[in-house]
């Protein structure tokens, strides 16, 4: 028992370390193009997607795709389970994130995320809404591709909350589709709920020697609707999973 829990501390120290120094290498990275780059927009791209591909095999991330994922610029909305849900979905698509404000000050990860174009909201003032919303129409309308997470916040599922409609109202009036996508992990520990913090629930979830499940990429989805129907069909990949 005590061989087993030190083999789980240790795992998780050194993935700690390797998010540390892959996340800062590629801040330094972000930073020198913010200064000396001359394609800003495709130098950040670029250093987001070389980082990605460091990050889940080193931390275990063992996820399942289903579905093709459009190439085509896209609204993808997603249930919201974890601070790892935009690594499972932008491991797979390049799209701009839609996350709480509070995020942004997370050490590392925050100014990373701002680094990248993250579009920060703080969910208990319209004024922040609406101007999210508004971002995200210019964005889509602009040939690039979003990821949100309607629910506001994270849940342990099976059920998503009722999804929030301010961000379909804007890809519907970009005219661009909407793609559905299902995170679902096989652990409870994943989920990042009620009180939890990042770094003590960070280290209890990496301790496990995998984090599996899959990430089902659904139907493209068209019209005045797509919140009901993308959360619906999100539901649906839940329910038949568990």
């Known amino acids: 028992m005590f061989l087993c829990l030190m083999q789980g501390w240790l795992r998780s120290i050194w993935r700690f370390l390797h998010f540390v120094v892959s996340t800062f290498r590629a801040l330094i990275s972000l930073l020198f193009l913010h200064f000396f780059g001359k394609d800003k927009k495709a130098g950040a791209i670029r250093i987001r997607r070389n980082w990605l591909n460091r990050i889940p095999g080193p931390m275990g991330l063992q996820m399942i795709k289903e579905g093709i994922p459009t190439r085509d610029t896209c609204l993808f909305v997603s249930n919201h389970i ?5 690594i499972c979905v932008l491991f797979h698509v390049d799209a701009h994130v839609v996350a709480k404000a ?9 100014y990373g995320a701002n680094l990248v174009g993250t579009l920060w909201v703080r969910r208990d003032e319209k004024t922040s809404r609406h101007e999210t919303a508004q971002a995200i129409r210019g964005a889509l309308m602009n040939g690039e591709s979003i990821l949100v997470f309607p629910e506001g916040t994270t849940t ?24 559905p996508v299902a995170i679902i992990y096989d652990s409870p520990k994943v989920a990042f709920i009620g009180d939890d913090t990042f770094i003590p629930h960070f280290f209890r979830m990496f301790r496990m020697p995998y984090i ?23 539901n649906q990949q839940q329910k038949s999973y568990h």
């Open 82 to 86: 974890s601070y790892v849900d935009p």
């Open 102 to 110: 509070e995020v942004k000050n997370w050490p590392l990860i925050g």
């Open 156 to 179: 342990a599922g099976p059920q998503t909350l009722p999804f929030k409609p301010r961000s379909f109202t804007s890809a519907f009036e970009a005219g661009v589709p909407v793609q």
């Open 212 to 234: 599996t499940g899959r990430v089902a990429f659904g139907p493209l989805l068209y019209g005045e609707n797509t919140a009901a129907e993308a959360e619906a069909w999100i």
